[in-house]
């Protein structure tokens, strides 16, 4: 554990005592996307303490491999937009701009700094949130998976309170290209932890179908292991997943798991769904209509839990259709009926939960 954690993790325990009210079980979880990244730097060990001590039931990991085969716990495959990269290693970039994970040994990565998410254009860079955790203070890092789940298993034990990880593999068919299998890497430490069956505390995600199926089919039974897995769903302009189609990388179709057929298939398969928020209220909904997809109702019908993503209450993220975070918040949880949501704002969706018991 790093040396600038134990800065942060007495101030964090005290909010333990302020914001963990010991609430009357439910079925509704929350989940913390990236740790309390509305709060901290997302992906820092930092964020995944704070996550803890709110009280969220799951915290979300990203995992990406590196030119040595560490995990590191990451969202995208580049360095760019939350690191200081470019400024300590000049040059290191591909063709395309941009700094890949995968070029780099985990004892480089430890060299660089973590910022909140920003934008750099014109020599300038501004934060994507602007009112999140100032940008280039704090002295965060990146760090291991192994890492965050011993953080994390620490505090279940001092805390005596069990938070679970929900942990992607993050664009395994990139990983897949160049020569990487990042999969039976992330299950082998998940056993290694403990984490082996369907009663751990523990979902394994991905965006890729093909390769969710080679999760169950092939690398669990080979390890002896049958955790949970949840598929997301992505918008298809968003070209998140491709598939080796004859040949040829091409961009993945998700509109097939929209029906019912499609839950069914993904039944087969996994035991959640993770779709965009959008999916399952649309967009052009209205404060006194709600447009709500059948998408939760086929997902229970196939015996699936749904926990979309992405909740923030920062400026322009809340629909127009919600007057306010936590009214967002109540439609998903109670009238579309999800099981959990995915969200850096892991107390307030607690404190919607908490209020409606």
Known sequence: MSIRLGIFLPVFLLLVQITQA?????????????????YLPEHTLEAKVLA????????????????????????????????????????????????????FTLNELRQLRVSARSRRQNGSVTPIYPNRFPLGTGGFGIHTIQEEIELIQGLNKTLGREAGIYVE????????????????????????YGYTDKDDKVF???????ELKRVREELMPALGMDIQLAQLIANNEGLETYE??????????????????????????ANGVGPAMGMIVSNESTRDNLLISPLVERAHASGLVVHPYTFRRDSGQVPDYAESFERLLEIF????????????????????????Q
Do not use: C
């Not at 990139?174 to 082998?188: M, V």
């Not at 961009?251 to 029906?259: A, E, I, Q, R």
């Not at 949880?333 to 409606?356: C, H, N, S």
């Open 169 to 192: 593999i993050k664009r395994p068919w990139f990983h897949h290209q160049e020569g990487k299998d990042q999969s039976a890497a992330i299950l082998q430490v998940l056993k290694d």
């Open 204 to 210: 394994l995600q991905t965006f890729d179908f093909n």
């Open 52 to 103: 803890h001590a709110m009280g969220a039931d799951y915290i979300e990991s990203d995992v990406l491999m590196t030119s040595d085969d560490a995990l590191v716990v990451l969202h995208d495959l580049y360095l760019d937009q939350n690191t200081d990269v470019a400024e300590v290693y000049p040059g290191r970039g591909r063709d395309d701009g941009r700094y890949y994970v995968i070029d």
């Open 244 to 269: 080796l189609v004859e040949g040829q990388w091409r961009p993945y179709d998700y509109s097939w798991m929209h029906t019912e057929t499609g839950m069914e298939e993904l039944s087969q398969y």
């Open 22 to 38: 010991a609430a009357p079980a439910n079925d509704k979880i929350v989940v913390a996307h990236r740790g309390a990244s509305g």
């Open 333 to 356: 949880y109670f009238e579309a009926d999800v099981d959990g949501l995915k969200t850096d704002f892991p107390d307030v969706a607690l404190k919607v939960i908490q209020e409606r």
